[in-house]
């Protein structure tokens, strides 16, 4: 890949997150005009609003979607709620350790990480269970039979926080007893599962590690595309992306009323309207255990290290 391919790969990325950041500057600057024109108050430092994080696991970049999300989000709450993107995993994750967002959709990796300063809200249900998979995958028409066989590529992660899209697949070459830069003949991160398909589709990249849920509802939405790739390994079972807040707000009101909205959405009429958009089911409640096999793989890349 030239770097001039890099370049483009990486703009696909980049591209749907100044639109959404343009889209959320606009929404979040309307929220905070209609909170102090109520004089409403919340302990945050924007007062009235819930802020709602969302990392590049979330098919954000259907704009319905975030317009529906939002707006069932604030009438089952009972208040004004802030959709927050970032480019990153790290970047949504800092905000919801350090308090400036009440709650967040991340990953199951940085849930790990800070495992003593988060507090799992909900978790979706995706296909009846709590739970997803890694898959790396390939150019339809390639002839290759395992991961083995990836050896030399050029490969496409999601992000460098992400489970699916980085952290199984260097648990697979931490079994191997090598490094990805010591396996590919190069690697980079495209911020965004849909983008890891794209560079495979259209050959920008050899091979790719992306979320198994994105691809499979992917396979629905835009089928002419993930198409053109096909599945090479399929990882063992994680903990489906959680929504978390900090430990220190776990009793808070504003954390309450988001858990009982998530997990009450499956009985609303624009509840159900999302849940289909993102092909869930609903949300549950769920133990920190059930992503002890990401903590496993954690320790197993920190021992190659």
Known sequence: MSDRDERRCQRLGEHAVSRRAMIGGAMASALLAASNANGETSGSPHPGIIRFGLTPVFLS???????????????????AVQLVTQRTYQEVTALLVSGNLEAAWICGYPFMKFRDELELVATPLWRGRPVYQSYLIVGRDR??????????????????????????????????GVTEDGFFRKSFFTYGHRNVIRAVASGLADSGSVDGYVWEVMRTTEPDLVDRTRVLVKSGWHGFPPVAAAAGQRTSQAVARIRSALLDMNQDVVGRSVLARLQLDGFVQTTAESYDSIGANMERVRRLE
């Not at 970049?61 to 208040?79: C, F, H, K, P, S």
């Not at 002839?143 to 980085?166: Q, T, V």
């Open 61 to 79: 970049n259907d704009l319905e979607v975030l317009d529906e999300l939002q707006a069932y989000l604030t009438r089952a709450i009972g208040q």
């Open 143 to 176: 002839d290759i039979a395992g991961i083995d066989d990836c050896e030399g590529d050029i490969h496409a992660f999601s992000d460098p926080d992400s489970n699916s899209g980085y952290l199984v697949t260097k648990t697979y070459l931490a079994e191997r």
